[in-house]
């Protein structure tokens, strides 16, 4: 799975790597950047197949249109590929409401003899990357509209399934704007995704404090002193 990632790049970062603008109205919606520790239900930018051209703020935890609370996005921060055509939750969303999420990091938690060590997996290619997800509105009971979102995961590159079996679906530059388009068959769109190369990511070890949400601050993404793990 994928339960927590870092964005610590600036609004103006963002907007040259993506050739995508901030609403200015939308600025203040989401949790400030640098965020460190992204966490569901944080509110982060998102890029759509509706407004390619623009960030949208989106709460993490897809809540489908049919949901009578809020709650069930909570159970929904992943939408795994070999499934996503399949789920209620995820069928209509693969065909008619695609986005990318930026990132330049996430978190996955590997077991050990002495309990489990956080790790941080980056891409040595991108400095900012994006992962393929879907997108969802809902209408809450008291009328307001949410917009949120789920992150497709997939198996992991053999170089880091030690310390995780499952990864987010990593895209290519190149396959973001083709990932947005809808006008692309369901099945055509899926494969675009696969294992991001070996050869291009990067992972080590971090502190304990990642674990807790409340923590965010740049040490979290500091290799931790005593043991940390490079690729190649």
Not at 11 to 22: A, H, I
Not at 32 to 46: I, K, S
Not at 164 to 171: G, S, T, V
Request: net charge negative; glycine share 4%; aromatic share 10%.
């Amino acid at each position: 799975m994928c339960g927590r990632s870092s964005l610590t790049k600036s609004e103006k970062e963002l907007e040259v790597r993506f050739r995508s603008t901030f609403y200015a109205e939308d600025l203040e919606k989401y949790n400030p950047l640098p965020n460190y520790n992204v966490a569901p239900t944080h509110v982060m930018p998102v890029i759509t197949n509706k407004d390619p051209e623009h960030f949208l703020p989106m709460r993490w935890g897809l809540i489908p249109s049919w949901a009578k609370d809020h709650k069930m996005g909570y159970k929904m921060i992943n939408a795994r590929i070999e499934t996503v055509t399949e789920k209620s939750s995820f069928k209509r969303a693969i065909t008619k409401r695609r986005c990318i999420i930026p990132m330049d990091g996430y978190y996955e938690w590997k077991k050990s003899a002495s309990g489990k060590v956080p790790y941080r997996i980056t891409t040595k290619d991108q400095d900012i990357f994006s992962v393929a997800g879907l997108w969802e509105n809902w209408k809450s009971p008291s009328g307001d509209w949410v917009q949120s979102f789920t992150i497709i995961t997939q198996p992991a590159s053999k170089v880091i399934e030690d310390i995780h079996d499952r990864m987010p679906a990593i895209l290519s530059a190149d396959a973001e704007r083709s990932w947005l388009d809808i006008e692309i068959p369901v099945e055509d769109a899926l494969s675009i995704i696969s294992p991001y190369p070996e050869e291009l990511l990067h992972f080590y070890a971090v502190e304990n404090r990642v674990g807790k949400v409340a923590e965010n601050d740049a040490d979290l993404i500091a290799p931790r002193s005593e043991e940390q793990g490079t690729l190649f």
